[in-house]
């Protein structure tokens, strides 16, 4: 069973400090509605996180853009 443990104010902070200098944070939108779930279930079916899931799909595709020839 999962146990009840909080997280202090100093722990929030710290994490939020780490996030914001070791991340950059993008937006997404979809449409329309109820797509983000279908992503969702499609990444986790596969054993993927949602945010892993799309980072995975940027890359290959760059990846692919950029054998092609694009840039």
């Known amino acids: 069973m999962a ?3 909080k997280i202090s ?3 929030q902070k710290a994490v939020h400090k780490y996030i914001k200098n070791n991340y950059d ?3 997404l939108t979809v449409k329309p509605k109820g797509k983000k779930e279908k ?3 499609h990444a986790s ?3 993927e ?3 892993g899931f799309i980072n995975r799909a940027i890359d290959e595709t760059m990846e692919r853009d950029n054998d092609n020839g694009d840039n």
């Open 3 to 5: 146990e009840n443990r």
């Open 39 to 41: 992503i969702k279930v």
């Open 9 to 11: 104010k100093a722990q």
């Open 49 to 51: 996180t949602l945010n």
């Open 25 to 27: 944070r993008i937006e």
């Open 45 to 47: 079916i596969r054993g």
